[in-house]
């Protein structure tokens, strides 16, 4: 579990990244899990927005999808273990980092 401000600046992150992910679906979908396989929530934030910024686009293949689901659960279950808050308060402070 990280400290409640490494969860803000996870928050800040899943706003604010850039990354582009890899136009080659073999090496993003390689990225997207070790991103998963990491366990860091820094690293699940870069390849959340990646993915939700593609799903917009619709570029979603059915592994991005999958992995979208499985790393936006990681995200939910450590912010709100680290910022001590209930699901429903998770996805709305998740789905303003969107701007959505």
Avoid: C
């Avoid at 490494?6 to 992150?13: D, P, S, T, Y």
């Avoid at 979208?68 to 279950?77: A, D, F, K, T």
């Avoid at 910022?83 to 429903?88: D, G, H």
């Amino acid at each position: 579990m990280i400290p409640g401000k490494q969860a803000k600046e996870v928050l800040n992150i899943v706003k604010t990244w850039k990354g582009k992910p890899s136009s080659a679906w073999k090496a993003r979908s390689d990225a997207h899990q070790r991103a998963i396989d990491s366990g860091d929530p820094f690293e699940y934030a870069k390849a959340f927005r990646e993915l939700h910024v593609m799903e917009t686009e619709d570029a979603l293949r059915p592994q991005d999808s999958a992995h979208l689901n499985q790393i936006g659960q990681l995200l939910r279950e450590e912010l709100a273990r680290s910022l001590n808050k209930p699901a429903k308060q998770i996805e709305k402070l998740i789905s303003d980092a969107l701007g959505s």
